[in-house]
Nanobody, 116 residues
Framework: QVQLVESGGGLVQAGRSLRLSCAVSSSIFSINAMGWYRQAPGKQRELVAAVTSDGSTNYADSVKGRFTISRDSAENTVPLQMNSLKPEDTAVYYC??????????WGQGTQVTVSS
């Protein structure tokens, strides 16, 4: 069982930055892939960024060049650095973990609101 706890959300003006963090209850090296998803009101949940156990990353086109996902093995967290935020980035952001073969885990979510 993997527990995920997000933090760092809040209200920010467009153009500013926020740093989300996902605290992981087990070693991040035991997890095959981790990511951040988001869900805006009335929209489907979508992948924002992901990182695999070998360090490969993947980003949604809408956040490429602005968001950076990483793994902090010392703190056992998965941060998401979000720069140049836009109003359309407003959503609830969820941390996600995948452990082979079929295990998926989600955090409770953290609200990010970007004002124009």
């Amino acid at each position: 069982q993997v527990q995920l706890v997000e933090s760092g959300g809040g209200l920010v003006q467009a153009g500013r930055s926020l740093r989300l963090s996902c605290a992981v209850s087990s070693s991040i090296f035991s997890i095959n892939a981790m990511g951040w998803y988001r869900q805006a009101p009335g929209k489907q949940r979508e992948l924002v960024a992901a990182v695999t156990s070998d360090g490969s990353t993947n980003y949604a086109d809408s956040v490429k060049g602005r968001f950076t996902i990483s793994r902090d093995s010392a703190e056992n967290t998965v941060p998401l650095q979000m720069n140049s935020l836009k109003p359309e980035d407003t959503a609830v952001y969820y941390c996600y973990a995948y452990v082979r073969p079929v295990y998926e885990y989600w955090g409770q979510g953290t609200q990010v609101t970007v004002s124009s």
